[in-house]
């Protein structure tokens, strides 16, 4: 059960610096042993919006993990891993592994670089599109 009583000034900073490290008013809340109203409500009272911070960390994580670029770039490491490790692969089995990973990653590196939708390209584009959107506004 959540403490009761008022937050001290000292409890009060450490609060707002976890707040404004990007972590949740619940974890906060945990951390504290306090009631999310209660963290809430000390960010209101110190001019923190709880509501749009949450939404630019949504925002940052959307820019850095759905970036297509690097995982285009990503995809690339991968096809020039695999190449490298066609001279050294001995066992049909060890080929055949090789192979897989070779069509997995030429066909999204198509699925990425496509933009005709008629091509059935962009299809992780489009998703990662769709995604954004649900993120941002949830």
């Known amino acids: 059960m959540a403490k009761g009583g008022p937050v001290g000034d000292e409890e009060e900073k450490a609060i707002l610096e976890a707040l ?3 972590r949740g008013v619940r974890a906060v809340a945990a951390e504290f042993d306090r009631a999310p109203s209660t963290i809430s409500s000390v960010a209101t009272r110190n001019g923190l919006d709880v509501a749009e911070h949450v939404l630019m960390k949504k925002r940052d994580l959307m820019r850095t993990c759905y970036n297509a670029e690097a995982r285009i770039r990503l ?11 066609l001279k050294t692969c ?12 070779i069509a997995i990653g030429i066909d999204k590196r198509r699925l990425e670089e496509a933009t005709d939708p008629s091509a059935r390209g ?9 995604m ?3 993120e941002v506004e949830a």
């Open 75 to 85: 995809v690339g490491e991968l096809l020039d891993k695999a190449r490298s490790m």
């Open 132 to 134: 954004g959107g649900e």
């Open 90 to 101: 001995d066992s049909s089995r060890d080929l055949q592994y090789l192979a897989t990973s």
């Open 20 to 22: 404004k490290a990007g």
């Open 122 to 130: 962009g299809e992780i584009r489009i998703l990662f599109e769709t």
